[in-house]
């Protein structure tokens, strides 16, 4: 039957059936419709879809698990939104890395790898592997820097800040670093026990980096118990992260409703965590915009790592920052800055309260440059002290910084990475936690061992340690980091005895990615002053 002769045919056919259709009133013409889209969807688009991306996608060679290629957004709900699930999804990729090899297709457009060459490529100087929106897209601090995505733009905001950060800068910084040191170590002395050093810490990396930023601290650490309401709210915020990754915009309108248009008391009430998230903003608000006021003034004098920031750069292009780009750097930076070196120090007093031996040989060494438990100390001493940095090293393997897969964007015009074309716009993906635990390269990968650093040859081990990153967009912060884990940790081992509180559990230090890691439970300890 010719085709025309067929289509009409089948029209007839139809007819009735349309004009059925047709006769119904509104409201059920558009139960119907919305029936038979949600029914063609989910049995005719998405197996075809599925078929597609499985067989003939560009992608369709790489290795990885079939289910994965359902839905992007399946994929995210399952893996970010569901509580049982979220901040997992790191450990099922080192999973799918021993199965299917160093290449595997983690989402319809996702590739992750597990090869250093690789990890290299993607991350170095002048990378044309951009920051994926697809990620870097939390509406709390997507114009701040660490969520710039234009490369361009990134280098830019990044050559403003790196003069505060340099090497020659943070050692400018030892009195401050020191002096946030001793209150924070006295502190301890003074709650004696029961002390939550999780929060401690935070609050000792929170006070360096808002002087650095405000020329005042927040003030965090005269708190009696180290919990300041806004360090509670820093802590929703950082929960809100999968969230706000997901539902990007909802999370945005919710957000803007509640700031403009609703008492804070109201907030509240409806919604406890928006309400703690709004007002750490606005703590960051306006500690920034009072810089900028002071700067616009003319006082050139003043201490903050946002002054350049405040004016256009015509050198590179780059405008004076908005008011919300300022508010998203403060948000950022303080919290680039603290969970992670906070993180740090915290898995290296529970493995040295977990390990007497270790402590023991940490102990002697600070002795050798600290003959009293309050003897000043310079930080390029601590630096030179092998079994602290390996301590340190060994801390930041355990805590990996920022553990997630760091997604880039694949440029336009695609690349082969191992052998496999990408085409433009597939987002690959690296996972620190993958290469920290690698078991060639890290024998034994799940024992704190800081004398694992202090063979002869660390290469290898040296290649697979990115607790920073790496290239262009390496962590801004890593110098002032590092500074902080030698002072704190050698004076606070070098001062204190310490031990974990009695309901600790090891599970309380099992953690899950919140964009940095999130532990189950804080670490609470004991500290006695050491007589000798
Ligand atoms: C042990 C402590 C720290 C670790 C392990 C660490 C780790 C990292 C990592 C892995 C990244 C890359 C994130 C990504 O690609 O999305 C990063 C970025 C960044 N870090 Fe750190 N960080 C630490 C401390 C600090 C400190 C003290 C600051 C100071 C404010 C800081 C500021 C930043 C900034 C601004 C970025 C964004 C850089 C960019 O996007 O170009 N970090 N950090």
């Not at 808002?210 to 020329?215: G, H, I, K, L």
């Not at 493995?351 to 002697?364: H, Q, W």
């Not at 597939?426 to 060639?440: D, R």
């Amino acid at each position: 039957m010719p085709l025309q002769e067929l289509f009409t045919a089948t029209m007839a056919s139809a007819r009735p059936l349309l004009d059925k259709f047709l006769s119904y009133p509104p409201s059920s013409k558009l139960l119907y419709s919305s029936a038979a889209f949600v029914t063609s969807y989910v049995f005719l688009y998405m197996p075809i879809r599925f078929i597609y991306r499985v067989y003939f996608d560009p992608l369709s060679e790489i290795p990885g698990p079939k289910i994965a290629l359902v839905s992007e957004n399946l994929n995210k709900l399952y893996w970010i939104i569901l509580p049982w699930n979220s901040g997992t999804e790191i450990f099922n990729f080192k999973k799918w890395h021993e199965k299917y090899g160093p290449v595997v297709r983690t989402g319809p457009r996702y590739v992750s790898f597990n090869d250093i060459e690789v990890y290299n490529q993607i991350y170095k100087m002048n990378t044309r592997f951009a920051k994926s929106a697809d990620f870097y897209n939390h509406p709390s601090a997507d114009e701040s820097v660490v969520e710039t995505l234009n490369i361009k733009d990134a280098y830019a905001r990044r050559v403003a800040l790196a003069p505060y950060f340099s090497k020659p800068a943070v050692r400018k910084l030892e009195d401050l670093i020191q002096s946030k040191v001793t209150l924070f170590l006295n502190r301890v002395k003074e709650i004696g026990t029961n002390i939550n050093i999780t929060r401690g810490f935070r609050c000792l990396t929170v006070d360096i980096i808002t002087f650095y930023s405000y020329e005042q601290s927040f003030g965090a650490l005269s708190h009696p118990t180290f919990a300041p309401g806004w360090l509670l709210a820093f802590e929703s915020l950082i929960d809100s992260t999968g969230v706000q990754n997901v539902f990007p915009n909802t999370f945005a309108v919710i957000g803007f409703i509640f700031e403009k248009f609703l008492p804070r008391p109201v907030v509240r009430v409806i919604s406890p965590p928006m309400a703690d998230i709004l007002d750490f903003t606005d703590v960051c608000t306006r500690a920034v915009l009072s810089q900028k006021v002071k700067y616009a003034a003319g006082d050139r004098n003043m201490v903050t790592i946002f002054a350049q920031l405040f004016e256009d750069d015509p050198k590179r292009g780059r405008k004076a920052l908005t008011d919300k780009q300022l508010t998203h750097d403060a948000i950022s930076t303080v919290a680039a800055g603290m969970d992670t070196t906070g993180h740090a120090l915290n898995y290296a007093i529970y493995y040295l309260t977990k390990n007497p031996d270790a402590e023991k040989r940490l102990l002697e060494e600070l002795k050798s440059v600290m003959p009293t438990p309050t003897s000043d100390v310079k930080e390029e001493v601590l630096e030179g002290l092998p079994f602290l940095q390996a301590c340190i090293k060994e801390s930041l393997r355990f805590s990996h910084g920022v553990p997630g897969p760091l997604p880039r964007d694949v440029p336009a015009g695609g690349t082969t990475l191992l052998g496999y074309y990408l085409p433009g716009g597939t987002i690959v993906q690296n996972s620190a936690y993958t290469y920290h635990t690698n078991p060639t390269v890290f024998p034994n990968p799940d024992k704190w061992d800081p004398s694992r650093w202090l063979v002869k040859d660390t290469r290898d081990m040296e290649r697979h340690f990115m607790p920073f990153s790496r290239g262009s967009r390496i962590c801004i912060g890593m110098h002032l980091a590092e500074a902080e884990l030698s002072v704190a940790l050698g004076r606070f081992v070098r001062r204190f005895e310490v031990g974990l509180m009695e309901d600790v559990k090891d599970s309380d230090m099992e953690w899950r990615a919140v964009f940095v890691p999130k532990t189950r439970g804080m670490l609470r300890v004991w500290a006695k002053e050491r007589k000798e």
